[in-house]
């Protein structure tokens, strides 16, 4: 009788061992997310993804992205969105050569065609330098802006070349309207976050 109080005592105390053990502080629920120099969490995944898509003008565009593989942080997010803008872009300079291959045009058409061919090209390069200054830098050097900026306005060259001929419809309106949306969303995911790591910067200690 003595033995089995005994071997009950012993039971009971090593199974409040190890209920205490899994009540330490952090053994239960293990914080392991990432945290900056100065300590503050590094929010990464689809959270931080989908916060920064909602402050950009095409939620869906951007939110589509989030879903494309290898993409789990922001900044990877802004390397999928060049790609995506740049790819429009070009393929939007060769739909224009295409175009014109086929049509042989006339008159005005001739130099609003070479706005869009200049404009595209110029969108293309401003995006690979955007590119660059991400791979090096990240989204906090301000020259990304400015190069994302560069290659939005580029994006509205064809449609400035037909606005200057209101009478000529543009056969690339929708394909237009796609660049722009891909390209404004680097520069809303850059400025997005930059102005997160403004609000939390890393300071060494």
């Known amino acids: 009788m003595e033995r089995f109080i005994v071997a009950s005592l012993l039971l009971l105390l090593a199974s409040a061992a190890a209920v205490e053990g899994r009540m330490v502080p952090g053994a239960a629920a293990v914080d392991d997310t990432p945290r900056n120099a100065s300590g503050a969490r590094v929010l990464i995944g689809e959270d931080a993804c989908q916060r920064t898509c ?14 494309s593989p290898g993409v789990s942080t922001p900044q990877q997010l802004l390397m999928a969105s060049i790609r995506a803008a740049s790819a429009k872009a070009a393929d939007a300079r060769a739909k224009v050569e295409a175009y014109a291959a086929r049509t042989h045009p006339t008159g005005p058409m001739v130099s609003i065609l070479d706005d869009c061919r200049k404009g595209y090209d110029d969108a293309v390069q401003s995006l690979e330098e955007a590119r660059q200054v991400a791979e090096a830098q990240g989204a906090r050097d301000p020259s990304l802006s400015r190069k994302a900026s560069d290659a939005l306005t580029s994006t509205g060259d064809c449609d400035n070349g037909f606005e200057d001929f209101p ?5 690339f309106a929708a394909l237009q309207k796609s660049v722009f949306r891909h390209v404004d969303n680097v520069l809303g995911i850059a400025v997005a976050i930059q102005e997160a790591e403004a609000a939390h910067p890393a300071h060494p200690h």
């Open 54 to 67: 909602s402050q950009v003008r095409f939620k869906a565009v951007c939110r589509g992205l989030t879903k």
């Open 167 to 171: 009478d000529i419809e543009s056969p």
